[in-house]
C-alpha cells in the first residue's frame, strides 16, 4: 500500500513569508508526528498527534509554529513569519498504535528560507 | 541532560566484512530502542526495534544487542553490501512517552 507522503517535497521562501507543509499518512495509522532534521544532524521532535488531538506540543520551537490534523488523516505545519534558522527537512511519521511502536516515515519536505 | 548519542560519526566498512554501529543513552528508564536507516534524500526506514526486557534481538543480516548496565545499543549489520551505505540512527522511547528521541547518526559506507 501506499506509504507517508508529504508535499511539498522542496519549497523555497523568502524570509517573513508563512508556509504550509502537508502530510498523507498510511491510511488507518492513528498516531502521527512531525520532526525536524537539520543538515547533518538527527530528529528532532516537534508534534504528536493522536486522531486529531495533539497531546504532546512540547517540540514546537516557538508560536511561530502550529500544526493540525483533520479527520484523523491529513496533517498541516504552519510556520509563519519564517526565519533563515527555519530551514531544515520536515518529516512526517505516522504510527498504527496498538502495541506497535514503528513510526513510518514520509520522505520529507526541504524548506529553504532565503 | 538526557541523551542518545553515538561513538562515532563515520564508518567505513570493505563490502563483505561486517559492521558494527554503535550506540550509548543515558536516561535508563528508556525501555525501547529503534534502529532507522536514511538514505539521502529520504526518509528513516525502520530496521530493528528492541524492548529493554531482551538484549539480542536479530532480523535479516542485522543484530541488534543491548547492554543496559553500561546503557549502550549496538546494531551489527553482517555480509555489508553496497545498499546499506547510509545514515543511521538510533532512538530511545521512554515508556507512556510518545516521543523518539534520535541520535546524530552515524555515516557508513561500504567500500566497494
Known amino acids: 500500500g501506499a506509504g507517508v507522503s508529504q508535499s511539498p517535497s522542496n519549497k523555497v521562501t523568502e524570509k517573513g513569508k508563512d508556509v504550509e507543509l502537508r502530510c498523507d499518512p498510511i491510511?488507518?495509522?492513528?498516531?502521527l508526528y512531525w520532526y525536524r532534521q537539520s543538515l547533518g544532524q538527527g530528529l528532532e521532535f516537534l508534534i504528536y498527534?493522536?486522531?486529531?488531538?495533539?497531546?504532546?506540543k512540547s517540540g514546537l520551537p516557538s508560536d511561530r509554529f502550529s500544526a493540525e490534523r483533520t479527520g484523523g488523516s491529513v496533517s498541516t505545519l504552519t510556520i509563519q513569519r519564517t526565519q533563515q534558522e527555519d530551514s531544515a527537512v520536515y518529516l512526517c511519521a505516522s504510527r498504527y498504535g496498538g502495541g506497535s511502536y514503528e513510526q513510518y516515515f514520509g520522505p520529507g519536505t526541504r524548506l529553504t528560507v532565503t | 541532560g538526557e541523551s542518545v548519542g553515538l561513538h562515532l560519526p563515520t564508518l567505513s566498512v570493505q563490502e563483505g566484512d561486517n559492521s558494527i554501529i554503535n550506540c550509548a543513552y543515558s536516561?535508563?528508564?528508556?525501555?525501547?530502542f529503534i534502529w532507522y536507516k536514511q538514505e539521502s534524500g529520504k526518509g528513516p526506514q525502520f530496521i530493528i526495534d528492541?524492548?529493554?526486557?531482551?538484549d539480542k534481538r536479530q532480523g535479516q543480516r542485522v543484530t541488534v544487542l543491548l547492554n543496559k548496565t553500561v546503557k549502550h545499543l549496538s546494531l551489527q549489520i553482517a555480509a555489508t553490501q553496497p545498499g546499506d551505505s547510509a545514515v543511521y540512527f538510533c532512538a530511545e522511547l521512554r515508556g507512556g512517552n510518545e516521543k523518539l528521541t534520535f541520535g546524530t547518526g552515524t555515516r557508513l559506507t561500504i567500500i566497494p
Open positions: 491510511s488507518g495509522h492513528t498516531a
Open positions: 528492541i524492548r529493554s526486557n531482551m
Open positions: 536516561n535508563s528508564a528508556s525501555d525501547y
Open positions: 498527534f493522536q486522531g486529531n488531538s495533539a497531546p504532546d
